[in-house]
C-alpha cells in the first residue's frame, strides 16, 4: 500500500500541536515565573556582613545556588522563545517542515519536542 507523502499537515492536526504548545508555555511562563520570584527572594534575603568562615561558605553555596537558577531561567526563557516561534511557525504554514531536509518532521517527533525545526535524521546528522 503506497501512500503519498504529506508535504503539510492538515488544519486540524495543527490546531492540535497548537493546544500542546500553549500548554506547554502556560507551564513553561509558570515555572519561570516561580524561578523568577525565588531568585529575588535570594537577592532580599541578605545577611550583614561577617567575616567568619561558615559565612564565607554559606556566601559561596548561596552564589553557587543563585548562579544554578540563573541559568535554568535563562534555559527557561529559551524554551519559551522556542515555543513562541512554533506558535508563529503554525500561523504562517511553515510549521512541521524540517529546515535543513524540507521534509515533513514525524507527528511523533512533534508531539514529543513541538518547537522542533528539525526531524530526528536532520538531528542525527548534525553529530
Do not use: W
Not at 545577611?47 to 559561596?60: C, F, N, P, R, V
Not at 515533513?104 to 513541538?114: G, N
Amino acid at each position: 500500500m503506497s501512500k503519498e507523502e504529506k508535504t503539510a499537515y492538515s488544519p486540524e492536526e495543527l490546531k492540535e500541536f497548537e493546544e500542546i504548545i500553549l500548554k506547554k508555555l502556560q507551564s513553561a511562563k509558570e515555572e519561570l515565573n516561580v524561578l523568577k520570584e525565588s531568585l529575588s527572594k535570594r537577592n532580599d534575603s541578605g545577611t550583614g556582613y561577617t567575616a567568619s568562615t561558615s559565612k564565607l561558605l554559606e556566601d559561596g553555596a548561596d552564589t553557587l545556588e543563585r548562579e544554578s537558577q540563573n541559568q535554568l531561567a535563562a534555559r527557561q526563557q529559551k524554551f519559551i522563545i522556542n515555543l513562541e516561534n512554533a506558535l508563529i511557525r503554525i500561523k504562517n504554514g511553515t510549521y512541521g517542515v524540517c529546515v535543513d531536509t524540507g521534509k515533513l518532521i514525524s507527528k511523533e517527533r512533534l508531539m514529543a519536542v513541538p518547537h522542533t525545526m528539525q526531524s530526528i535524521e536532520a538531528k542525527l546528522a548534525q553529530r
